[in-house]
């Protein structure tokens, strides 16, 4: 893309328009900032009161394969950006064969497979967990056919299967075991992963995932989990925000702290440096989150990226000159690409439905007076009308003076909205 496309009125008295593939909470964010900016925004996404759609100037409510849908949107729309990593490519391809698309259909396919994306990690030479690939019941049948004392390591070729290159499982030992087992597409917050113990539990696991293509991926000891969050533009220049420690409960990401210290400077320095290659191997455009468990020698692994800002990004929101949703617009539009500075240190906790029911499963309002008369506290509900378990409802960061000040305040409003401490 050679020209910024610059918020406000054009000349010809046009508001220019920003277009975003989804509507939920992190579109709605997203729209926000744009908004703030002077563009006007436009939201397809099938669902009348998703997040997003309910603020945008526009919202196009068809299914993201729909022709008609994706027509009006790259009609109204200076450039698109996309919300969620399972927009189907297809869609991508067509919207970015009119106007500018960032990120685009190819990197968007390959966060969209774990196939893909461990292969491309693994190009960058940034280590992945032990794997192997269940794309097919022969890989399964070669696998229980393994002799389970004599530990290998998966055989990995480039086999096409299902018109794509893949590694092909000869055999896989016991050094697989614990593991889990998590769909190759459309998994999020721990869905579409099976823990598995034995081959037994391997075959049962697949089946009730319905045989879909899947990796089996060694269960390894965590010490940590963080999260390195780059921004790249269309001129290949490169930002990035403070590594992000997080905490996953459930599968779900529950609290993120962000602070000088938050991990050792080691772990900074490789996370950091393997985010960045992992987004310019990919000609990456657009904000792009990685994520890496720390082991418990410190060794550092990747474990999956996200084209897209992220959940443990959102603390950018109040504890940086510009959050990772002004850099989405920036990396979209083209406009120059500045170094975010953290100005307080944060942690983040995640808002999820359970918060919603008291201990007998009854609907209870959260307590938001008691939270909110906690100096730095910054809530962010998404305006979803329904609370589920499990469902991210909102957000709340929390800022201060120094990091002491902000854990003592996180753990009290923790206590306050019956999240566990941490
Ligand atoms: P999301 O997209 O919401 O981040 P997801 O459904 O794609 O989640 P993963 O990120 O693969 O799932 O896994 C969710 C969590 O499960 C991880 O953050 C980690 O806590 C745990 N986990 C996943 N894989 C492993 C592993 N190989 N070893 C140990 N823990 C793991
Ligand atoms: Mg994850």
Redesign the pocket.
């Known amino acids: 893309m050679s020209q910024i496309i610059l918020p406000g009125t054009t000349a010809t008295g046009q508001q220019t328009t920003l277009g975003v593939m989804g509507g939920g909470q992190l579109g709605r964010m997203f729209v926000q900032a744009a908004q703030a900016m002077g563009y006007f925004t436009a939201v397809l996404d099938p669902d009348p009161a998703s997040p997003a759609g309910l603020v945008s100037h526009f919202h196009v409510q068809t299914d993201y394969l729909d022709e008609q849908g994706l027509a009006q949107l790259m009609q109204r729309c200076a450039a698109i950006t996309t919300e969620f990593e399972n927009v189907p490519a297809p869609a991508l391809y067509t919207l970015g064969a009119h106007c500018p698309v960032a990120p685009g259909a190819s990197a968007v396919a390959v966060a969209q497979d774990r196939i893909k994306e461990k292969a491309h990690f693994e190009r960058c030479g940034v280590p992945v ?1 032990p794997y192997a690939v269940i794309g097919a019941t022969e890989h399964l049948a070669a696998m229980l056919d393994a002799p389970s004392a004599a530990p290998g390591r998966p055989k990995q070729a480039s086999a096409p299967l299902g018109g794509s290159a893949v590694h092909e499982v000869t055999s896989v030992g016991a050094d697989l075991f614990p ?2 087992l ?1 769909t190759a597409r459309l ?7 099976i823990r598995v113990k034995t081959r037994a539990e391997l075959a049962a696991a697949w089946d009730s995932l319905s045989q879909v293509p899947c990796v089996l ?4 000891p ?1 010490a940590a ?1 963080c999260s390195v969050i780059v921004a790249r533009g269309w001129n290949g220049d490169m930002v990035h925000f403070f590594p992000q420690l ?1 905490l ?1 409960r459930d ?3 529950a609290v993120t702290q962000v602070f000088e210290g938050n991990m050792a400077s080691a772990t900074v320095e490789r996370s950091v440096a393997a985010a960045k290659s992992i987004a310019d191997d990919l000609q990456y455009v657009g904000v792009l989150c990685v ?1 890496f ?1 720390v082991l418990q020698d410190g060794s550092l692994v990747v ?2 990226m ?1 084209p897209r800002p992220h ?1 443990s990004g959102h603390y950018t929101l109040d504890a940086c000159d510009v959050s990772q949703f002004d850099l989405q617009v920036r990396t979209l539009t083209g406009l120059p690409l500045v170094p975010p500075r953290q100005h307080s240190p944060a942690i983040m906790l995640n808002l999820l439905g359970d918060l919603w029911f008291d201990a007998d499963g009854r609907p209870i309002t959260p307590a938001w007076s008691e939270v909110l008369a906690l100096p730095g506290t910054h809530l962010h509900l998404y305006g979803k009308l329904q609370a589920r378990k499990g469902r991210k409802m909102g957000h709340l960061n929390i800022t201060g003076a120094d990091v002491e000040a902000v854990r003592a305040t996180a753990q009290r409003a923790a206590a306050l909205l019956g999240i566990p401490a941490f």
């Open positions: 967990a593991g889990i998590k998994g999020y917050d721990g869905k579409g992963q991926e060694k269960m390894l965590l989990e997080n996953h599968g779900i990401l994520e468990f474990n999956e996200a959940n």
